[in-house]
């Protein structure tokens, strides 16, 4: 399995590093001599003893692994502060969301799934359809604008952004009442660049199947960089209709978004997908496209450089969109902006468009 290769590949860079830093401590552990060891003294198992913690260390760091078979043990591992850093394997079936226990007992963060720290979630790899995380019993309530008296913008069901956080091989439907299935509105709560990574999810059934965004002042200056690979949005009809949003918001200053996406596949939407700074100052969007396919859509992307409304302006935005082997395929769906493969607007603020061998039909 994949994550015990990374473990292995990770707990290998430690000890190389570990030689490095004390050769000859590695010698006279027993292991491979770099260096012709001294003699033996006190210092000498010092250095073997921090070594050998080292190692430990970092091993236990990467080598975290919860398997998880029902949604009680998802509320459990997932909420638990002892499982920063861990990667919860969810085993086949649905896993439906509440906002309270079977006693009756609200579950934490109004039952939403909120990754900690460094911490990913994989359903079963090769087949994203055998762990389903249904969100549609989770009320209004569970989706409020602002935690712990942190305005974090509009909520989702699965909500990343702290650290490197990852969701990978399975499916997010059905957030009827929230803004998206999924988002990264954990960014305002982590001064640090959040790394987020979405492969070989499904997502449907929401207002957005992917929120991608610093939202408010209190993003200003953060970055988020995201990699989204072999996904599926799809049928996301609530409302405004999105397939994936990626953008900064209402407020936000100076702020950073830079996604790649590659290979995935969006329709059914009014938006297949859109790129915006919306009220935002001097912030930026990077955006690199390969080979992802919108089709049956209202609009297939929407490009906004800048959108000021309600008296808030946006000044000195820059989204820098790159496409190769794109497809935009049959979209004139329903949707309150123009019908087509994409479309580009950025008033007041700068555009830079390169979409090198993209196909739009």
């Not at 003893?49 to 919860?66: F, P, S």
């Not at 602002?146 to 957030?175: F, I, Q």
């Not at 660049?193 to 991608?212: D, E, K, M, P």
């Not at 008296?311 to 935009?328: K, L, P």
Request: proline letters at 4%; hydrophobic letters at 40%.
């Amino acid at each position: 399995m994949k994550l015990r290769l990374r473990r292995s590949a990770l707990a290998m860079v430690a000890l190389a590093l570990a030689s490095m830093t004390f050769p000859n401590a590695v010698a006279q552990c027993g292991l491979p001599k770099l260096v012709k060891p001294t003699s033996w003294n006190s210092s000498h198992i010092s250095k073997c003893v921090l070594l050998l913690v080292m190692l430990t260390l970092r091993v236990a760091a990467v080598a975290q692994v919860i398997q998880v078979s029902n949604v009680a043990e998802l509320y459990s591992a997932v909420n638990d502060p002892a499982n920063t850093g861990a990667a919860l394997v969810l085993a086949p079936g649905i896993y439906m969301l509440s906002a309270t226990d079977s006693k009756g007992v609200e579950r934490p963060n109004r039952g939403r799934i909120e990754l900690q720290m460094d911490m990913s979630i994989v359903g079963v790899e090769g087949d994203r359809d055998s762990v389903v995380i249904n969100a549609s019993g989770l009320p209004a309530s569970s989706f409020p604008q602002t935690v712990n008296g942190v305005a974090t913008g509009p909520n989702a069901a699965v909500r990343m952004g702290l650290g490197h956080n990852a969701l990978e091989w399975l499916t997010v439907r059905d957030a009827v009442n929230g803004q998206a299935n999924i988002d990264t509105g954990l960014q305002p709560l982590d001064p640090g660049t959040a790394y987020i990574r979405v492969a070989h999810v499904a997502s449907t059934g929401s207002t957005r199947g992917l929120n991608i965004q610093n939202f408010g002042p209190q993003t200003s200056g953060q970055t988020i960089e995201a990699d989204i690979t072999d996904c599926y949005f799809f049928n996301n009809n609530v409302t405004l209709s999105e397939g994936i949003r990626i953008g900064n918001f209402l407020g936000a200053q100076a702020s950073t978004v830079n996604v790649r996406m590659d290979s995935n596949l969006s329709w059914g939407q009014k938006m297949g997908r859109s790129i915006v700074n919306n009220r935002t100052l001097n912030s930026m969007v990077s955006v690199v496209s390969s080979g992802n396919r919108f089709y049956d859509n209202g609009l297939g992307t929407f490009v906004f450089g800048g959108l000021s409304s309600n008296g808030t302006r946006s000044d000195g935005n820059t989204i820098d969109f790159e496409a190769h082997g794109d497809q935009f395929i049959g979209n004139t769906g329903e949707t309150e902006f123009d019908h087509g493969g994409s479309l580009l607007w950025a008033p007041r603020t700068i555009l830079l468009l390169e979409a090198a061998e993209a196909t739009i039909r």
